[in-house]
């Protein structure tokens, strides 16, 4: 999904935003995300942060 987003936004950087999902986190990806450095930036929501959770009273 994200070469093919890349594919039709040619010359545009992606920011994916990511929960803990341990595939989001393992060895495969973090290479993908290193290899494509230049177009993808990638962020890690915290494990728990109730903050940013509009259903726990954060930015309601």
């Known amino acids: ?3 093919a987003a890349h594919q039709q936004l040619p010359g545009e950087k992606i920011v994916l935003i990511w929960d803990n999902l341990s595939i989001h986190h ?14 993808l930036t990638v962020f890690h ?10 259903t726990e009273g954060g930015l309601c």
């Open 1 to 3: 999904m994200l070469q």
């Open 26 to 39: 393992s060895t495969a990806m973090r290479a993908f995300i290193d290899a494509h450095a230049d177009w």
């Open 45 to 54: 929501l915290p494990p728990y942060a109730p903050e940013l959770n509009a």
